[in-house]
């Protein structure tokens, strides 16, 4: 089961999720970084859930 939203293969910082979903829904990368880590540090799990979207998203075009 893939999600249609695809990795970021330019703006990435280890698999390119969290640039690929700021693409995708025209949001400013860096902000949607920075509230990532927020909710990492709140019990929202970021780790496992970043490793689940990696999992589910398309592989970017290269």
Do not use: C
Request: cysteine-free; glycine content about 8%; overall charge neutral.
């Amino acid at each position: 089961m893939h999600i249609p939203i695809k990795r970021s293969s330019n703006d990435k910082v280890f698999a390119g999720v969290i640039g690929g979903l700021a693409e995708h829904f025209q949001w400013n990368p860096t902000i949607a970084r920075v509230l990532w880590v927020v909710l990492s540090l709140t019990p929202f799990p970021g780790i496992i859930g970043y490793l689940i979207l990696w999992l589910l998203m398309e592989s970017p075009d290269y």
